[in-house]
């Protein structure tokens, strides 16, 4: 018999055990069925074509009990003076999760952890349906809410795993498309905000933001040579030049709806491919509430956005890149969260996610709050979502965001403000570990993908392995070698005979790690202008700058990233609400600017010595790094036994240097390959035409010697033939 408390419970929604009361339940010899739908005047149980009318419980409006004969399933029947309907009683199901589920969820370890959180569509004892699992280890109560059940939070209570802390209930009938929330009664009895599935594959269209069923299962991949491939095109000895592409505003359509990952997988793709790119970088794709934000403030961590398309969608995007030889990368963002009340802050009435102490838990800079690392459950969360991008999307890496602010407890905090570590100092060891075992955990999955460090601090071995004391990035982006060389090239060059070393001192640590050369979104947005716009000069000295820092960046040691625009120099400072200003490319200059960087890479990528051996020393050496009165610059580029070598020569003046004498390592034909002075990209046809012949003599510590043009703020790549 249903007690009186039991039954207040429920009318309440306040049962944190609801299966012990609704459902089938063992009564002598036979069952008794209770059901509970407050909007019904009767409820009848149908097994077959028997029909058990139950009786409603008095005091308790919407709430039916009574013996219902046999063992096979059966349905419900709710029914009013006006309407019937039948449905599939939830509380007649067992659990999904099993033991081993269970186990991990409880340890913190279970690295699959999509598979046993969020909604999933599937079969369970013989019925179609969808089963969702939460965790929310402080609530007194949690229940599922949607379309489906009204929203009504006394409908679907959902089952405590025991000492998990995670919740569950599958819903037969339920499936694709369906809208719900989870409604959470804190443990002091406080209702909280209904929050979105912190492990959900889908959302709706902001700025609704209710979670979505999304069946992600059954994809077909037809991507077996590249995923066979992907180590080698990984390794740091590879050619890796990465188009880094805001996916709604690379393109608009439709009078200004954001581009889609079916139309990405077609045109993104294909430009891709054309430009030369190895990879596309797409910032943070996991769903996000606010635009402004650009994806850096995600809440729906395992959703792809609906702003672009569905999950398969996704993959299609995925697939596509992989059939035309082109890496995807996803930046990821787990260093801190946003406060919007349906995300992941206090989510079951205390701070789970997060930390209590804002001195902790709080970033300033962006008003979001920081994942609790030393919390295993949180860092398993973290961890397993990686893993979840690169097996369930095929992804080939992941960039991870704002590390610095993640290895340091004082992280854009003034004294005081900020709590030590056990030790006393600032380092976040918490976070340290979980990047580890990041690394640790995805690299173990598969060598083949590749991680990226934004650090942009002078911590130790970001990219040296976890066993050799590291924290196992595969690269980490060169911040400083960015900041030095785009404040020396703001300059006008009457200047830059006084600030050269900023161009050679990120030589003095080029190969302490495995480095990407990145010119990101970040540096042209928010008032920075457009690489194009940084240039100093005539309109004409601005571009012939620009394709002379192009060229002494691609023959840097270091892998290439260019965010979008860039590459076609367009004049303005990057806007998330619109999309690239292709229509520029209807200009000379601008159509120079694209085929200098398709050159660019095509040179970069055919050539060995430019990027085989870019985190070794032994494959770089200065001809001249200090001639600081013509602003020239001047090196080799080695690569293995057997491969040509290069010589990069860079002028950053107005001036033509001719007869400019270099040392070179062999004698003999030295092709010019490229030259950022061509007429093609919009110079001045000034250079070698049919290279330069190196004779013997010793110059600049090199056995032989020879003499060049230079052209005026330009950038020479000479190739040895023999």
Known sequence: MTSPTDVQRLLDADHDDPFSVLGPHKAGDGRVV????????????????QIFPLDPVEGAPGLFRGPVAGTDPYTLRGETD?????????????????EIDEYLL????????????????TEHEGTQGTHFAVWAPNARRVSLVGDFNLWDERRTPMRRRGGTGVWEIFVPGLGDGALYRYDIKGADGTAQPRKADPVG???????????????????????????HTRPERHDRRAPISIYEVHLPSWRRKDGGRPFSYVEAADELVAYAKDMGFTHIELMPVSEYPFDGSWGY????????????????????????????????????????????????GRFDGTPLYEHADPKEGFHHDWNTLIYNYGRREVSNYLIANALYWLEEYHADGLRVDAVASMLYRD????QGEWVPNKDGGRENYEAIDMLRRMNTATYGQDAGIMTVAEESTAYPGVSAPVDAGGLGFGFKWNMGWMNDTLEYIRKDPIYRAHHHHQMTFGLNYAFSENFILPISHDEVVHGKGSMIGKMPGTGWEKFANLRAYYGFMWGHPGKKLLFMGQEIAQWAEWNHDGEVDWACLGDDNHAGMQALIRDLNRLYTS?????????????????????????????IRQGEAGDPPVAVICNFTPQEQTGYRIGLPHTGLWREALNTDAAIYGGGNRGNLGGVTATEGASHGLPAIAELTVPPLSAVYLVHEG
């Open 34 to 49: 209770t059901a509970f739908d407050p909007g019904v005047a009767r409820v009848s149980a149908l097994v077959g074509d």
């Open 82 to 98: 006006e309407a019937a309907w039948d449905w599939d009683d939830p509380y007649r199901f067992g659990p999904v999760l099993g």
């Open 106 to 121: 409880g340890e913190g370890n279970h690295l699959r952890l999509w598979e046993a959180l969020g909604a999933h569509v």
């Open 201 to 227: 594959f889908g959302s709706e269209h902001p700025p609704a933001n209710a979670s979505v069923v999304r069946d992600i299962s059954g994809y077909g991949w037809s991507d077996d040579l590249w995923m």
């Open 297 to 344: 403030q995600p809440i729906g961590l395992f959703a792809p956005t609906i702003r672009c398309g569905l999950p398969h969608e996704f993959r299609d995007l995925v697939n596509a890149a992989h059939r035309a030889g082109i890496g995807i990368l996803l930046d990821w963002v787990p260093g801190h969260f946003p406060t919007d009340a349906h995300g992941l």
């Open 411 to 414: 992280y854009s905090r003034p």
């Open 607 to 635: 050539t060995p010595a430019l990027y085989a051996r870019d985190a070794d020393p032994e494959g770089f050496q200065w001809i001249e790094g200090g001639d600081t009165r013509n602003s020239v610059f001047s090196w």
